[in-house]
Every structure is written in C-alpha cells, then in structure tokens.
C-alpha cells in the first residue's frame, strides 16, 4: 500500500514539476536554460541524498564495464523535462500529462509483454487493453473537454 501511496505522490510531484518549470522558462526566456537548472536542482538533491544514506559508490573501474546503452536514461529525462517545459503552455497540463501518461502506459504493457529492459513478465490481456482502451478514451474526452 505505500508503494501505491508514493506512485500517486510522483504522479502529484510530476504535475507540480510541470507548472514550476513552465513558470522558469516564463521567468527566464529560455526553455532550454530552464530545463537545464531544473536538472542542476534535481543532480544537487541527489548528490545531498547520497552523502547523506552513505550510499555507496563503485569503484571507476566497474563503472566502465556498464554498457554505454545504461547511461541513456538521463537523455530520456532530459527530453522529458525539455518537452514539458516547451509544450505545456502550447497544449495545456491536462492534454500534456494525459498523453505522456497514456505513452508511458503503452510502453510499459509491451516492456512487461516482452521483459524487455529486466522486467518481469506480464503477458498482455483483453483486461490490459480494456484498460489501455479505457485510458485513450480518457485522454480523447480530456483533450476534447
């Protein structure tokens, strides 16, 4: 139950991250420069959070053997925060986070269909995509209302 809990709070943070970043690109002119500190504020919280649990560190040399593909996911949420940031005020919050989570949806029903990317195995269901269904129509009557 608090791992659903906190799920929901990420989804309320993610919606707050999407005003407080269009109101920094308002404020700065720039969305690229916006973006860009968004992450900075982001990278020092992390690196507090670190120095703070002790997390721990691998040595350089085990860092090299990761393959080059695993470091992609910041450029993943970089194009995500950029693309918040410049389509928000185009399309509105609704019809902006309406289909990101509708893509974010779809991907994870193929990723778990297939385990790709370590992920357990969840075949797709006539319920999974009832409810995929269910969630095109959502984002349809959202951006239509």
Known sequence: MLYLLLSFCAGLGITFQAGLNTQLRTALGNPVLASLISFAVGSVALLICVLVTNGSIPPLASLTQISW???????????????????????GPANMLSLTVLGQLLLSIILEHYGLLGFSIHTVSPFRIAGLALLVSGVYLIQKY
Request: hydrophobic share 60%; glycine share 14%.
């Open 69 to 91: 593909w695993k470091w992609c996911g910041g450029l993943l949420g970089a194009f995500y925060v950029y693309a918040v940031i410049m389509l928000t005020p185009l399309i």
